[in-house]
């Protein structure tokens, strides 16, 4: 079971492992950031491996990655009347995709100030957390929170690349889309995913997920440096 890392998600679906436990399925419970593992667990799946070598990658995956979000305010629900917003002149960073608060609001700034922080909220090394190591290629994605135009995203993409090139961090596959909305959130969330020979050919196995893109080398050395042995 692949759980997001939210505190109704983890107790719904812990009580359904223990549940499936007492029936004599084997089951197995990562708590993630969901779309890389997803994707990297599935394509281990697909070569034929156990649950428990599935299970490992998809560990492995978790705890080489990190997301924050940014938001200008909630998204909103159906059938619900209407919510508090957050003042216009403010920006939320780490907004839960059910309108959870974030860690920290301030006033509104450039789009470079504001991708900025939220690379410094991924990045700053922390007990238990991942920071890339030097030289290590990652993997990015650049999500709508579901409120953003397409030509939007694109210039908040293109200005996560810049800012991650000038901290010296290789950008070896990126792609940015809607992959998880908050509805009509007017946000964005960033993902990187540190890299290493085998997690690379496992994101780049192909799949029948319509909504999945393919990646495209990014110059990752390397790739370029085994490709002209």
């Not at 919510?83 to 006033?107: A, C, T, W, Y």
């Not at 991924?122 to 953003?148: E, F, S, Y």
């Not at 964005?188 to 080398?217: C, K, R, Y």
Request: charged share 20%; glycine share 10%; proline share 5%.
């Amino acid at each position: 079971m692949i759980v997001k890392n939210y505190t109704g998600d983890k107790l719904n679906f812990g009580l359904a492992a223990q549940k499936a436990k007492a029936q004599g399925l084997g089951i197995e419970i990562v708590f993630v950031g969901v779309l890389f593992v997803q994707k990297i667990a599935g394509a281990t799946a697909n070569t034929g491996v156990d649950l428990a070598a599935v299970a490992s990658i998809a560990r492995k995956v978790a705890c080489q990655m990190g997301t924050a979000a940014a938001s200008l305010d909630r998204c909103s629900l159906p059938r619900h009347g209407a919510l508090e917003s957050l003042p216009q002149d403010e920006i939320d960073f780490g907004m839960g995709i059910h309108n959870e608060p974030g860690v920290r609001r301030e006033k509104l700034c450039t789009l470079a100030v504001t991708v900025n922080t939220i690379l410094d909220i991924v990045l700053k090394p922390r007990a238990g957390t991942w920071t890339p190591t030097t030289g290590q290629p990652v993997a990015v994605i650049v999500n709508n929170l579901g409120g953003l135009s397409v030509l939007e995203l694109g210039v908040i993409a293109e200005e996560v690349l810049r800012l991650l090139d000038a901290r010296d961090i290789e950008v070896a596959r990126s792609m940015s889309r809607t992959f998880v909305s908050s509805l009509d959130g007017p946000g964005f969330s960033v993902t990187l995913l540190g890299l290493d020979d085998e997690l690379m050919p496992l994101l780049d196995a192909p799949t029948a997920a319509p909504a999945w893109p393919t990646t495209m080398p990014l110059g990752w050395k390397g790739e370029l440096e085994s490709k002209n042995k």
